[in-house]
């Protein structure tokens, strides 16, 4: 992965791919000029159930990559191209992505052996509480926090 953290794409009013970023075309590699962007993305025939433009959603947008199995975030501007014709650039935020399902996995797990806890606080969380459910000591993890 190159070091920029987000993959951009450019598409018009009909979901064609007009540009894309490096970091783009490696989390798509079948991103193509011309190509849908559900087809490039996903391999659908329409617009992803979470498309952001198809949804008509302002500003950015976490939901579970149903592919990738990983949180994406997800932003789509509208945008007039050079050519005077409308579209989108799309942002996807790929940071943390995979760090974030590990943890998230860990955590559906419920174990509480010490190396899952060592893994979910490495993988970037603030705390690990285990089930059942301590409403105390939530209570007073998250004050920690606020």
Do not use: W
């Not at 198809?54 to 994406?72: F, M, N, S, V």
């Not at 799309?90 to 860990?106: C, G, M, N, P, Y």
């Amino acid at each position: 992965m190159n070091t920029h953290s987000s993959g951009y794409y450019s598409i018009d009013k009909d979901y064609n791919i007009l540009s894309y970023n490096d970091t783009a075309r490696q989390l798509y590699p079948n991103l193509q000029p011309g190509v849908k962007c559900y087809k490039a993305l996903m391999g659908l025939d329409s617009p992803c159930p979470p498309c952001p433009v198809a949804l008509g959603i302002q500003g950015p947008k976490t939901y579970l990559d149903p592919i990738r199995h990983i949180y994406e975030t997800v932003d789509a501007v509208e945008t007039v191209h050079s050519d005077g014709s409308r579209g989108h650039v799309v942002e996807s935020e790929i940071r943390h992505q995979k760090l974030l399902k590990e943890a998230l996995d860990t955590a559906e797990r419920a174990n509480v052996f010490a190396e899952d806890v060592r893994h979910t606080l490495n993988c970037g969380m603030n705390a690990h509480l285990a089930k059942p459910l301590d409403v105390e000591k939530m209570i007073h993890t998250i004050a920690l926090y606020l």
